[in-house]
């Protein structure tokens, strides 16, 4: 009797030691082994899930979308641009203006100051509202004031009202 209880004795024994041996290096045999596998797979899903999600379903709809982006860059454009022009057109009138305070004052000439100032209002003039060959040309006492006054006071408010419509054209 000994005999037969040996050999079952000796066969528990190593059945679990043939169950641990007999998978091959490498090779995960357990089920503790198996869901690592399992979430590695599940990164992958994920990770294929975030990219159809950022992806538009939808490429018309992305198409509207840089369109409206577009106009609204060319928008903000325009408006820049608009505002430049005004600016502009602002900086050429205050020069028109202060060069005739200064002619009615009758600041000195030599001045550096008075000089730019001077010859800032002459080239916002144009030629077309001259002091010397402006619109209207007055004679006699006083008429170096009066030119200043009615040509480049013209002058002034053509710019203001020239970069009045450019803004209103340019801007949407």
């Known amino acids: 009797m000994t005999s037969p209880a040996t050999p079952?004795?000796?066969?528990?024994?190593?059945?679990p030691s043939?169950?641990?041996?007999?998978?091959?290096a490498g090779e995960a045999s357990t089920p503790a082994d198996q869901p690592v596998t399992a979430t590695g797979?599940?990164?992958?899903?994920?990770?294929?899930?975030?990219?159809?999600?950022?992806r538009s379903p939808d490429?018309?709809?992305g198409a509207r979308r840089a369109a409206s982006l577009t106009g609204a860059g060319i928008r903000r454009l325009r408006t820049m641009v608009g505002e430049v022009v005004w600016i502009i057109?602002?900086?050429?009138?205050?020069?028109?203006?202060?060069?005739?305070?200064l002619v009615v004052v009758g600041a000195n000439t030599h001045n550096a100051l008075v000089q730019g100032v001077l010859h800032a209002a002459d080239w916002a003039d144009l030629g077309v509202f001259s002091r010397s060959a402006g619109i209207k040309q007055?004679?006699?006492?006083?008429?170096?004031t009066k030119n200043a006054l009615m040509n480049w006071g013209l002058g002034a408010v053509a710019w203001l009202v020239v970069g009045r419509i450019a803004r209103r054209i340019l801007t949407p």
Do not use: Q, V
Not at 8 to 15: D, I, L, Y
Not at 18 to 24: F, H, L, N, Q, V
């Open 8 to 15: 079952s004795t000796t066969t528990s024994s190593t059945a």
């Open 138 to 144: 007055f004679t006699g006492d006083g008429a170096a």
């Open 41 to 54: 797979d599940r990164a992958s899903t994920r990770a294929d899930a975030s990219a159809k999600a950022r």
């Open 59 to 61: 490429l018309r709809a």
């Open 89 to 101: 057109c602002l900086l050429a009138a205050a020069a028109l203006l202060l060069g005739t305070a």
């Open 18 to 24: 043939t169950a641990r041996s007999s998978a091959p």
